[in-house]
């Protein structure tokens, strides 16, 4: 059971866009930044967005972040096959004084 | 560039111990946090710990304290995460990870290692 959570799939077709999100709590969304990772098939994570919306260089404009309250979104539009991947939020909880993430989301590209 | 280089995958018994190391290249090893965070098969990502390479300072999840230990050898820019105790639900994936404070994130992460526990 994860601290935060997420839906365990979501599906859409190339070009859509489609919404991901991440509901938490005070102590972790609702007090500290979330952070979004992507992971591909078979390798490490990778950084996607860091402070609930910025994208470190490399990561296409496709792909943004929100949070509002005790709750965060990743958008992805333009959807391409190469999107097909595991996608994890996470973020500090002041109350476990532990870094808690979501229990990821598996996204097909149909 | 960032690199963190992890070693290779290991096998261990039930009740025994594990040390995953980290080297990491292309920046100041003390200048950021190290996380360690893990994965079983087909599973989500959890978190191990921190810790600072400076002062060696760490910061365990509760569910790994007793258990777990994290060092650095600054004179090689490695860290280390040592697991005791294993038992079979302890095989996942053990992943390093850079902590980049301007970031507030991981930014950057190992291969990830192996480790199997099984009699």
């Known amino acids: 059971q994860s601290v935060l959570t997420q839906p365990p799939s979501a599906s859409g077709t190339p070009g859509q866009r489609v919404t991901i999100s991440c509901s938490g709590s005070?102590?972790?969304?609702?007090?500290?930044?979330v952070n979004w990772y992507q992971q591909l098939p078979g390798t490490a994570p990778t950084l996607l967005i860091y402070?609930?919306?910025q994208r470190p260089s490399g990561v296409p404009d496709r792909f943004s972040g929100s949070k509002s309250g005790t709750s965060a979104s990743l958008a992805i539009s333009g959807l391409r096959s190469e999107d097909e991947a595991g996608y994890y939020c996470?973020?500090?909880?002041?109350?476990?004084?532990?870094?808690?993430f979501g229990g990821g989301t598996k996204l097909t590209v149909l | 560039q960032v690199q963190l280089v992890q070693s290779g995958a290991e096998v261990k018994k039930p009740g025994a111990s594990v040390k995953v190391s980290c080297k990491a290249s292309?920046?100041?090893?003390?200048?950021?946090?190290f996380n360690w965070v893990r994965q079983a098969t087909g599973q989500g990502l959890e978190w191990m710990g921190w810790?600072?390479?400076?002062?060696?300072?760490?910061g365990y999840a509760q569910k790994f304290q007793g258990r777990v230990t994290m060092t650095r050898d600054t004179s090689i820019n490695t860290a280390y995460m040592e697991l005791n105790s294993l038992r079979s639900e302890d095989t996942a994936v053990y992943y390093c990870?850079?902590?980049?404070?301007?970031?507030?994130?991981?930014?950057?992460w190992g291969q990830g290692t192996l480790v199997t526990v099984s009699s």
């Open positions: 990870a850079r902590f980049y404070g301007d970031y507030d994130a991981v930014d950057f």
């Open positions: 292309g920046y100041t090893f003390t200048s950021y946090d």
């Open positions: 810790m600072n390479p400076d002062s060696g300072s760490t």
């Open positions: 005070r102590s972790n969304i609702g007090n500290n930044y």
């Open positions: 402070r609930n919306n």
């Open positions: 996470a973020a500090w909880d002041d109350s476990l004084s532990a870094t808690v």
